[in-house]
T-cell receptor, first 112, second 114 residues
Framework: QKEVEQNSGPLSVPEGAIASLNCTYS??????FFWYRQYSGKSPELIMF????GDKEDGRFTAQLNKASQYVSLLIRDSQPSDSATYLC????????????FGTGTRLKVLA | SAVISQKPSRDICQRGTSLTIQCQVD?????MFWYRQQPGQSLTLIAT?????????ESGFVIDKFPISRPNLTFSTLTVSNMSPEDSSIYLC???????????FGQGTRLTVV
């Protein structure tokens, strides 16, 4: 069974620090990976997507993909209390299917 | 990103009844999906809503319980039929537009069955 795994947390970091969120996936056929942020009681909001090995940066966020090791990570620099949320990692089931498998999410707490 | 309107935003329903959730997108989209997020859990794909034809259901979900319609490229409905307390969940519409793979979500419908 295809799976995406995340540590549920909570991950607590002080304000201004770097938060590192990790995700592993089981299916080597997955080619596209996504990070969503979900505030309590709200719907998931897309933060980053990454398709190629290496790093992809967007503002304070950096997504990292290592297909050989089957892991994806999200770094949040200069963490703010407003970053406190659950972060969901998702992988596509197979190329071109547009179906996602979601991890259970990591709860991040940024302490002021 | 697409503007996705989902309604109702929440409802409390009696067991044995049915609820229809609507999802309206502001522009034509390639794919529309329905997800469920049970309390404290992640998202599970229910089905792919196919325009003008029967939806494609994932393992564990059936048409009799979750009938889905998609009459055009911008609108879909999900019905939760013969509800029980186990159906209490957040139901989310998701869309993918054009050749992009990134999915965007509606605001969700928080359903409580009593």
């Amino acid at each position: 069974q295809k799976e995406v795994e995340q540590n549920s947390g909570p991950l607590s970091v002080p304000e201004g620090a770097i938060a590192s969120l990790n995700c592993t996936y089981s299916d080597r056929g997955s080619q596209s990976f996504f990070w969503y942020r979900q505030y309590s009681g709200k719907s998931p909001e897309l933060i980053m997507f990454i398709y190629s090995n290496g790093d992809k940066e967007d503002g304070r966020f950096t997504a990292q993909l290592n297909k050989a090791s089957q892991y994806v990570s999200l770094l949040i620099r200069d963490s703010q209390p407003s970053d406190s949320a659950t972060y969901l990692c998702a992988a596509n089931v197979a190329s071109g299917t547009y179906k996602y498998i979601f991890g259970t999410g990591t709860r991040l707490k940024v302490l002021a | 990103s697409a503007v996705i309107s989902q309604k109702p935003s929440r409802d409390i329903c009696q067991r044995g009844t049915s609820l229809t959730i609507q999802c309206q997108v502001d522009s034509q989209v390639t794919m529309m999906f329905w997800y469920r997020q049970q309390p404290g859990q992640s998202l599970t794909l229910i089905a792919t809503a196919n325009q003008g034809s029967e939806a494609t259901y994932e393992s564990g979900f059936v048409i009799d319980k979750f009938p889905i319609s998609r009459p055009n490229l911008t609108f879909s409905t999900l019905t939760v039929s013969n509800m029980s307390p186990e159906d209490s969940s957040i139901y989310l519409c998701s869309v993918i537009r054009g050749l992009e793979e990134e999915a965007f979500f509606g605001q969700g419908t928080r359903l409580t069955v009593v």
